[in-house]
Structures are given as structure tokens and as C-alpha cells.
């Protein structure tokens, strides 16, 4: 998921294990995954089973996956992806990753067979290096999505951004992650930045996997940068992990505020981020910011629910606000064109009202 | 005292329910003709593009509802109807689409059903929603009570062989004889508020008997059957309605005398895209078939779909094409599946 892979590949690494990187999501991925995977499942689903198979090309013999308990589809992901793979012919290991239904046994039974003889002391640590590589990662891609719309060299900003990750990628120490990223943050603020500009501000809202992953969503966020406007985006990878994964124990949380926010729009959990995201919308709204995007998969079903309230949320808070569905069948073009005519508008209704104060 | 039910979702599962609960109470129950081609285009227009069919049915359902007067609309809120199961994350969604998508609407009852951690809730929930009615606690509960009794006596009537709507057409007290019976056995799945609506289903379940054939439905195979067989799975299903689907595929695959599956999913139906599957690759040697519907109305083609599928199962008897294979393998190859890595 997104730049997650290099914080993850230095996790395993510490393990001994050797890691093989599925390649890039590319239209051969979505291809593969569409071809085998079931027809109606969402994206995810079929992008991940494109880059197992790609992955096990290359001579993997091991898929790790994370699972669930419901009732998002999520939760079964893995063991569909089973069934596929089986069926055409590949043998591996699946190590799957369940929150404990009944017992922590098969967690700790799955770690063991992963991390081999570590010891938890090491295991510890490993995590916390890991955990330092993320929150560098996030650092930096919140830095492109402040400095990209205002930056006047927009490709040569990408560039730092892309070599800043890679840098995070290799970096071995703690102190060196921590370093690389500043260093990337500290070019691209160098990069003639005009910070007199106040450009449009949107809040990227959905799904969480189409939210992280750029092959899925087209790089929206980089279009967007790219067309020159700011984009903040609800979900970020740690927070995730600290509200889900680790009770809230390493950062503060804003998840309770957020839900809160949601009422009385969505009054209940509706699985997934479908409460999430609308209480980002709502939140986002307040905050003064130009428009809101909602992106998923298609048929995602939390999303829905959400789209469904979305309208009146945008009513409500007179705030703009545009779904945008992801399949295997989406073209680039499309999506730039739907994002550009959606940030037309936005700014025409931005320099009206401007004026209108000034008159 | 009027409230509104209005026919569509969990109404086949549970209407006997509410009926007596509401009629004890001293409520008039009003509900919605069957799903029909107005109600269906009235949900189309409420409901956004990729929601399900089944719930934009519903939409419609509540559209038309809304036309009459009455005090309250009774949607509720289904998370979850038993332990660490769930029912869709539409289904927990659906009081705050249905808010969000209707301008004038009456108060909506809805109570939350929530018994995945504990049913701890569900009596307070019954209460707030008996409280609208009465202020007598021991009359609301005798009245659940009944109703309890009321939806045993239905889901009996599903066990002998009546479809859910013919159940609950007897139940209300009108005689019908029992299906006759056909000479192919057919084992029809799918989530019950699709299945059993023939507007969405596209009288899936009427075109089959007319084709002779017995239909076999998840709700007359014995619940400890379907659990059995549903434990068997590498995965617990977290979805009630897929869990019971997939153990219902699963026994009646090892039943020598059913001929063939079908399996009816929505268009975008998370639990139907992946349980379909599921089903599909334990479904080695037996006939199956997966019928996606949604807002279409080609009943042509289901119809050819239906015979042609009926017409294979009577040829396979006669015939040697009963040793073709059902699935994944190429007619001409002997061995291994039909793409290798």
C-alpha cells in the first residue's frame, strides 16, 4: 500500500527473511487481477491477487496478509486469494494475519513461523525501526502535498520527493531515516517556493487502500498537486495503525472527535471508513477547506453509505464535493479530466466570492 | 396509530415479527404492495448509483410509503442478528441513507440490532420502540413474545416447502397448496431479499417450477446441516446470510440427488461477490450457475439462461454427457486445470 512497502520491507528484513517486492501496480497487475480474481469483488481484491502472482513469478514462496472479522470484505480477502492462487497451480505459504477471534494462539503461532528464533527484545526493536520508517515516509508526503501546488519547478519537486523516498528506503539507522527525510523537506522548501499563493485546498476522503495506494487511484494526489492545488488526505497510514493496531498508545488520537463530528449524518458504525469519512467531510468543511473528494473502489460498501449522506453533509456546510469510484477499467485520462473540470469550478466559485467581498 | 413497513430487505425474514408486535400494541401496520416496476423506478431516483438493487427497492418501497399518512416509518437499523456476525455494512447504514435521501419523512423507528457482542441491548431497544405505543412494559414484552411465536410458526411453514412470500401469504391465512413436485432437483441460493422478491429475482424461484423442477431453499435445510457443513470452511464467514449460503452449497453438493445450484447475486453485492466465489471452487462436480441481477429488466435472458441450464441437467442424465466436467477443465484434457501458471 503506497510508500507503506518500505517500512514493511524493513521489517521483514530484520526477520532474515528475504523480501520480494511485487513490481509497481501496472496494467499488467489490474489486468492479471481482474482476469482471476472474482468479477464483482472490489479492487483491492484484484489488485493484491496481480501482485501476488507477479510477486511469486519472481520466486516468492511466502504471502503475508492481514484479515478482519467483518463486516467489510476485507476480512475474507485472504482466503479467496488462496483459493485463486491454488487453483492455478502456484504453491506457497499463506501467513495471515487474523485479530484474535477466539485466542491469541494462531497470532503468536504466525509470528513464530515468520520471525524463526527472534528474540521479543529484538522483535521490539525491529518494530520501533520500522515504525520510524513510516512516520519518515509520511513526513515527506506531507511535505509534497504543502509544497507541490506551490512550488513554480513542479516536476523537479517530484523528482526530490522520489529520491527522498528511495533515500528512506535504504537508510539503515534510525538517525539516517530521520535525516533523509528532513533533507528531502528542506530541498523541496528550497525549490522556488511561492508562498504568497493561496491555492485551492481539497480534503481526499474514502477507502482506505485506494486512499494509500497511488497505482489504484491514479496518483490523484500528485494530479492534483500537479493542477496546483493542496490536498490533505483522511487517512494516513500511522494513524491508522495507531488507532487500530495499537489502541492509541503511541500518539494522540483525533478518532473519537472525528466519529463525533459524523452525527447526526451517520449514527452508527457502518464497517469500514464510511463513518470516517464523513466525518472528515464534516470536519474538513469547518475548517474552511475549497472541496472535498471522495474516492473508493467501486461497490466498496462503507463508501456508500457514505456517498449517500455526502450530499446532504455538502448542502448542509456548503462545501463541494465529488465521488470518484476506482475500477480495473478507469483510464487516466477520465479521471484528469473529471478532477480538472471539479477544480474549474472550485476556483471560479473561489474568485466570485473573493470579489464579492472586496465589492 | 399508524406505522409504515414498507416490503423490502429483512421484510421476508421477519415480517411476522413486526406484524404481531406492532397489532398487539394496537398499531396499524401499513406496508407496500410486492416490489413492482413504479416502485423500483422511484428507488432508482432516491438511491445513488452504486448502491445494490435490493436497496434501492427499498428506497422505492419507502417512496411509495410516504405517499400515505401515518405517524411513524419503521427502519431498522440490522448490524447484526447473532454472535460475532454480521449483515452488511448497507444494512448498518441503511437508517442514515434512508434520512439522507428523503426530504419529507415521517419519524423513522429504528432500532438498533446489534447482538454481535451481546444481546444485553435489544431488550432496552425493544422497549424504546414499545414506549412510542404503550407505557406498559409487561404488555410490550408479551407482545415480542408473541411475535417470537408468530416467526416460529412462519419459519416453520418455510421448512415444509412453501418459498418465504407463500409462507407469509399462508401465515396471514390464506390457503396454498404445496409446490408440486418436478423431476430435476435444484438448490437455489442467494440472499433471501433478493431471491425471494420476484421483481428483483425475476421470479427466479416461480420460473423454475414452471420448468418442473423441485427448488430447494436455504430455509428448509436443517440449521445444524448448514452449520456443519459451513464449519468445514478454512474461514469462519462473518456474514450470516453467507455463512448459511455457503453451508447450504456445501451440503447440498454432497447430496447425490440434487442436479444442479444456482446462485443468484446482486450487481455489487460485497458478501455475493466473494461467497459466489467461494462456492464456485467447491463446486467441483456438480452443475452450478451464478445469475448477477440488478436494475436490468431482460427477463428474456434469464428466462434462456434458466432452460438452457435445465435443459443440460436433463441431457446429463440421459446421455454420456454426464461425464463432462463442470468446471475447470477443458473438455478435451484429461488432467489439471485450465491455466497453469
Redesign the interface.
Known amino acids: 500500500m503506497g510508500n507503506s512497502y518500505i517500512a514493511f520491507k524493513a521489517l521483514l528484513k530484520g526477520l532474515d527473511l528475504e523480501v520480494i517486492l511485487p513490481p509497481p501496480i501496472t496494467q499488467r497487475t489490474l489486468a492479471l487481477g481482474s482476469k482471476y ?6 479492487l483491492p481484491l484484484k489488485t493484491n491477487v496481480g501482485n501476488f ?1 507477479e510477486a ?2 519472481l520466486g516468492a514462496d511466502t504471502i503475508v496478509m492481514a ?1 478482519g ?5 476485507f ?2 480477502y ?3 486469494q ?3 492462487l491454488e ?4 504453491s506457497f505459504n499463506m501467513v495471515v494475519f ?1 485479530p484474535p ?1 477466539t485466542g491469541f494462539d494462531d497470532l503468536i503461532e504466525q509470528a513464530r513461523f515468520l520471525g524463526g528464533g527472534i528474540r521479543f527484545k529484538e522483535a521490539l526493536s525491529l518494530f520501533k525501526f520500522a515504525w520510524n520508517k513510516l512516520i519518515a515516509c509520511e513526513k515527506l508526503e506531507k511535505a509534497i502535498e504543502f509544497y507541490l501546488p506551490r512550488s513554480e519547478e513542479k516536476e523537479q519537486a517530484l523528482a526530490v520527493y522520489r529520491q527522498g523516498l528511495q533515500a528512506i528506503d535504504m537508510a539503515e539507522s534510525r538517525e539516517e531515516v530521520h535525516f533523509c527525510a528532513d533533507q528531502s523537506i528542506q530541498r523541496l522548501k528550497n525549490l522556488s517556493c511561492r508562498n504568497d499563493i493561496q491555492p485551492l485546498k481539497i480534503g481526499l476522503l474514502g477507502e482506505i487502500f485506494t486512499i494509500l495506494e497511488p497505482g489504484t487511484n491514479y496518483y490523484i494526489c500528485e494530479t492534483l498537486g500537479l493542477l496546483g492545488v493542496e490536498v490533505k488526505r483522511s487517512i494516513y497510514l500511522t494513524d491508522w495503525i495507531n488507532d487500530h493496531l495499537l489502541a492509541g498508545l503511541v500518539k494522540k488520537s483525533r478518532r473519537k472527535k472525528i466519529i463525533k463530528r459524523a452525527r447526526p ?8 471508513h ?1 463513518r470516517e469519512t464523513v466525518g472528515y467531510a464534516v470536519e474538513y468543511a469547518r475548517r474552511g477547506y475549497d472541496g472535498l473528494i471522495q474516492i473508493g473502489p ?5 463508501e ?2 457514505a ?3 455526502l ?2 453533509v455538502s448542502e448542509d456546510k456548503g462545501i463541494p464535493v465529488m465521488t470518484l ?1 476506482f475500477d480495473e477499467q478507469s483510464s487516466a485520462a477520465g479521471i484528469q479530466t473529471r478532477l480538472e473540470a471539479f477544480i474549474d469550478m472550485l476556483q471560479r466559485q473561489k474568485s466570485s466570492y473573493s470579489r464579492e467581498v472586496e465589492a | 396509530m399508524r406505522v409504515g413497513i414498507p416490503q423490502g430487505l429483512f421484510y421476508v425474514y421477519y415480517y411476522p415479527l413486526w406484524k404481531t408486535f406492532f397489532t398487539d400494541l394496537g398499531v396499524e401496520v401499513l406496508s407496500t404492495p410486492p416490489s413492482n416496476r413504479k416502485i423500483i423506478d422511484q428507488g432508482i431516483a432516491h ?2 448509483d ?2 445494490c438493487f435490493p436497496v434501492k427497492v427499498y428506497f422505492g418501497h419507502i417512496a411509495e410509503l410516504c405517499q400515505e399518512e401515518m405517524d411513524y416509518l419503521f427502519v431498522p ?1 440490522f ?1 447484526s442478528v447473532e454472535r ?7 444494512f ?2 441503511v ?3 434512508v ?3 428523503f426530504t419529507k419523512l415521517p419519524p423513522l423507528l429504528s432500532p ?1 440490532v446489534d447482538l454481535s457482542r451481546t444481546d444485553k441491548h435489544w431488550r432496552k431497544e425493544i422497549m424504546k420502540v414499545g414506549r412510542h405505543f404503550t407505557w406498559r412494559g409487561k404488555k410490550i414484552e408479551q407482545a415480542y413474545q408473541h411475535g417470537m411465536e408468530e416467526l416460529e410458526r412462519f419459519r416453520q411453514l418455510t421448512r415444509q416447502g412453501y418459498s418465504p412470500p407463500e409462507a407469509l401469504l399462508v401465515w396471514e391465512g390464506k390457503k396454498l397448496p404445496l409446490p408440486g413436485k418436478g423431476d430435476l432437483n435444484i438448490g437455489v441460493l442467494g440472499h433471501g431479499y433478493a431471491l425471494y422478491d420476484e421483481a428483483i429475482s425475476m421470479g427466479l424461484i416461480k420460473r423454475l417450477r414452471e420448468m418442473e423442477c423441485n427448488v430447494y431453499m436455504v430455509e428448509m435445510i436443517e440449521k445444524s446441516y448448514i452449520e456443519s457443513r459451513a464449519a468445514t ?7 450470516t446470510l453467507g455463512r448459511k449460503i455457503a453451508g447450504s452449497a456445501l451440503y447440498l453438493h454432497q447430496q447425490t440427488d440434487i442436479d444442479g445450484l444456482i446462485y443468484l ?1 446482486c ?8 461467497i ?3 462456492v464456485k ?1 467447491n463446486m467441483q462436480d456438480k452443475p452450478y450457475m451464478m445469475l ?1 441481477v440488478d436494475e436490468h429488466s431482460g427477463e428474456a435472458g434469464i428466462n434462456t439462461r434458466l432452460e438452457a441450464f435445465c435443459d443440460m441437467l436433463r441431457r446429463r442424465r440421459i446421455n454420456s454427457e454426464s461425464n463432462l466436467p463442470t468446471y ?1 477443465q477443458l473438455l478435451y484434457s484429461l488432467q ?2 485450465v ?3
Not at chain 2, 233 to 239: N, Q, T
Open positions: 480474481a472474482p468479477e464483482c469483488a472490489c502472482i511469486l513469478e484479515g472479522w467483518g463486516p467489510c470484505r476480512g475474507y485472504a482466503q479467496i488462496r483459493g485463486i487453483d492455478l497451480g502456484y487474523e477471534d449524518y451517520i449514527n452508527y458504525w457502518v464497517g469500514g464510511g467501486l461497490t466498496c460498501m462503507p456508500i453509505v456517498q449517500t449522506v450530499p446532504r469510484w | 438511491a445513488v452504486e448502491t437499523r448490524v460475532k456476525h454480521y449483515i452488511c455494512p448497507k448498518m447504514g437508517p442514515d441513507m434520512r439522507a435521501s438498533l470452511l478454512p474461514k469462519r464467514v462473518f456474514w447475486a450487481f455489487g453485492c460485497g458478501p455475493d461477490s466473494l459466489g466465489d467461494l471452487r448477477t475447470g489439471g486445470s491455466e497453469g501458471p
